[in-house]
């Protein structure tokens, strides 16, 4: 199975294209992506991707993606290119929590939390159970740093931030820091989900913010006035 990944979550992004063959992976390419220009390179970069490995649209067999939480732009980029090649070429769709694919990058098993940075002194953090066979039992959502605290004593907390490492750190928090996941391993873990029948149509397809968007909170607030 061929899967078309991408990731537009953060400042930068990437795409890829790997194939599965039973228990193996072969990765064909990981293109970097430059943040604040996702919309005008993703489309091209995935032409050129296809065609440096003398493909076309038609040999992919499925796309993951990665619905975040991060960039309310950069997410809806991403999805919207996705959800049209998944609907025009009627091809199995994976959305993929970024939370998690650090989780699993981390490379251990048991309880496992992963964190990013949600800007206002709020941080994202998704907590994560791994169990037989890879299964995961998983909760994600917005914490301030108090709250985080009382998680991180039960259990090891890893992200790709320098920054919030250093932030934590001068909040007496114990976080390690593990490279950046790039679309690869959203590709992963998208093939994992797509195996399991764990997928989403192309007009279900959404953006996971965890945290709702300005607007959406200046609407709410004009409804209930």
Do not use: H, W
Request: proline content about 4%; some cysteine.
């Amino acid at each position: 199975m061929l899967i078309l990944a991408v990731d537009t979550s953060g400042k930068n992004g990437s795409l890829a294209l790997v194939r599965f063959e039973g228990e193996s992976e072969r990765t064909l390419e990981v293109v970097s992506l430059e943040g604040g220009t996702f919309s005008a390179q993703l489309v091209p970069q995935i032409s050129t991707a296809l065609s440096k490995n003398r493909l076309s649209k038609n040999d992919i067999d499925g796309f993951a993606v990665a619905s975040g939480p991060g960039s309310f732009t950069g997410l809806r980029v991403g999805l919207a290119a996705f959800k049209a090649l998944a609907e025009i070429l009627q091809k199995p769709i994976a959305s993929v929590s970024l939370l998690e694919v650090i989780s699993r990058a981390a490379g251990i098993g048991g309880q496992v939390i992963a964190v990013l940075d949600a800007g206002r002194g709020e941080i994202y953090v998704g907590t994560y159970e791994f169990g037989e066979q890879n299964s995961c039992n998983a909760t994600e959502e917005l914490l301030t740093i108090a709250e985080l605290r009382a998680k991180a004593a039960a259990c090891p907390v890893f992200t790709p931030d320098q920054k919030l490492v250093d932030m934590l750190a001068a909040e007496d928090l114990n976080v390690t820091l593990i490279p950046q996941p790039r679309a690869d391993a959203v590709a992963r873990l998208g093939f994992e989900k797509i195996r399991k029948g764990d997928m989403t149509s192309p007009e279900a397809l959404d953006a996971t913010y965890i945290r709702r968007s300005d607007a959406e909170i200046m609407q709410s607030r004009r409804i209930s006035r």
